[in-house]
């Protein structure tokens, strides 16, 4: 009995060794066929500019990531720009006029007491593009730099010279005289996905150069009051002062993202959450600058915010997505067309547009020129409006942007009626109508719906207010129902809703 146990037992670990060598050589085919394709990350569609840049091989990542992150180091560059400051007079201390002051010290504090000029410097980085030295970075790292140096992995150094630059977007390009550069080839950000493994590499805090790791967490981040035009991919890959200009690269080692900004709280160190301007937006602004050496934009003329639910009651607006006209400014593409203040923009070229931002996006990276279909919403019936855009003017910062009850009154404000005089200390037209707030009590539903002292209140759900009699006979009329203004702010109007008064 023992020994036919025995025999059944071998037979058993006979079989188990036999079945592990051939699962081994089935998963060691596995994994030789695994490594071998693009698991990680976005889809490769690249849309390089540079001829010599050629994306990553995947290899086997047994030690680690070198193999996408060691060829893109080459080409992260440390920027270090110095401009001269002139301090304003009035900030030196009265003791420095001082005769007794002066006695002892003499003049070694200033001539006279005046300020002295001093070169202020700051650290960033950057990206080359191109193999003669085209390189992308911030325009913060650069703003207002009378010299810009660049200095490669290899320690070599080149004076740099600014092509030019869009604060709009916080990008610019700079230029060094150079060949057969290291680069990066440029990627397609519309690809990435929250989720997906990226690298940023820069130089914080000018310790040198710096490669750390993390995901997309989220894309189409905007809103941020960063920058005007804001589209960011947010990651919590570790970025820092210093890391402003520098690469964010996806797993093929393609230049998806120019890191750009963090959000700290105060710390001024990472917290987990930075931001990077998608090539989607950064190469357009690129190619502009090299052509033209500047950057121009389509322009509407019409002021967008969103569409609350709140407001989309008011409007009985039913469909999904919509952005709200609140204003359109004379004479602009949007006016001719025939577009109104209370319209809804539903579609832009056969498009849903779901945001203000997005909109605004879209127009601004259109050619001036360019025609465009509007599907627009209005009184229940939505038409077709077809325009042509103007070319933004480089005054509109904030054009096409988003963006116990008493009866008759609306609770926590105070109006009075809009006199001539009032209009000219608002730098309002002389046809403006409606009654001016005067004060808010900022534990308002009015201060929370976003209306100012300063403000003119020119409809209350879509009837006109010309005084104060009008007003509170409108405001009655409203009961307790959400009430819909619009309102009049440094100029422009906007819709909010107030939710009680």
């Known amino acids: 009995m023992e020994s036919s146990s025995l ?15 051939a699962g081994g050589a089935l998963l060691s085919q596995g994994f030789r ?3 071998g394709h693009a698991v990680f990350g976005a889809a490769r569609e690249p849309i390089a500019i540079a001829q010599n840049a050629l994306p990553v091989s995947l290899g086997n990542f047994a030690n680690g990531f070198s193999a996408v992150i060691k060829p893109a180091l080459p080409a992260v560059v440390n920027i270090r720009t110095s401009k001269i400051v002139k301090p304003q007079a009035n900030q030196m201390s009265p003791m420095f006029n001082d005769p007794m002051f002066r006695q002892f010290f003499g003049d070694q504090f200033g001539q006279g007491g005046k300020p002295h000029a001093e070169r202020e410097q700051a650290l960033g980085s950057g990206v080359i593009v191109t193999p003669d030295g085209t390189i992308l970075t911030n325009n913060h790292v650069i703003d207002g730099a009378t010299d810009i140096k660049v200095q490669l992995s290899d320690k070599r150094e080149f004076v740099a010279k600014l092509v030019g630059a869009d604060p709009k977007s916080d990008i610019a390009v700079l230029k060094i005289e150079g060949k057969d550069l290291p680069t990066l080839p440029l990627g397609d950000s519309t690809q990435l996905n929250v989720g997906d493994l990226i690298f940023a590499i820069g130089d914080p805090f000018g310790i040198g150069e710096t490669a750390t790791m993390g995901i997309i967490s989220a894309t189409g981040r905007a809103k941020l009051g960063i920058e005007e035009y804001e ?45 990077a301007i998608p090539m989607s937006m950064a190469k357009p602004v690129m190619d502009q600058i090299l052509a033209h050496g500047k950057v121009v934009r389509g322009y509407m003329g019409a002021y967008i915010q969103d569409l609350t639910p709140e407001m989309a009651k008011a409007f009985n607006f039913n469909l999904s997505g919509g952005v709200l006209i609140g204003d359109v400014s004379p004479n602009a593409p949007a006016a001719k067309a025939g577009l109104n203040k209370g319209d809804v923009i539903v579609k832009l070229n056969g498009q849903t547009v779901n945001d203000a931002n997005d909109l605004r996006l ?8 360019a025609a465009v279909k509007l599907d627009v919403w209005r009184n229940g019936k939505t038409q077709d409006y077809n325009l042509t855009l103007g070319e933004l003017p480089a005054d509109k910062q904030t054009a096409e942007r988003s963006d116990d009850t008493s009866s008759g009154e609306i609770q926590g404000i105070e109006v009075q009626d809009l006199t001539p005089e009032i209009s000219q200390q608002l730098n309002l037209p002389a046809a403006t109508h409606g009654v001016v707030v ?41 009961g307790t129902q959400p009430t819909l203004l619009l309102v009049n702010h440094g100029g422009i109007t906007n819709y909010v809703v107030v939710e009680s008064h």
């Open 7 to 21: 025999k059944i037992r071998r037979w058993v670990a006979t079989v188990v060794v036999l079945a592990a060598f």
């Open 362 to 369: 879209n127009i601004s990276q259109m050619a001036p020129g």
């Open 231 to 275: 589209n960011f991919i947010q990651t919590d890959a570790a970025i820092n002062p210093g890391n402003s200009g520098g690469a964010m690269i996806d797993i093929h080692g393609n230049l998806v993202g120019i890191n750009t900004a963090i959000l700290s709280h105060g710390a001024g160190g990472n917290e987990g959450v930075g931001f």
């Open 33 to 35: 066929d695994w490594a």
């Open 438 to 478: 005067t004060g808010v009590d900022p534990s308002s539903a009015a201060a929370a719906a976003g209306i100012n002292r300063g403000d003119v209140i020119q409809e209350i759900n879509h009837k006109p207010v010309n005084n104060m009699s009008q007003y509170k006979q409108l405001m009655a009329a409203a």
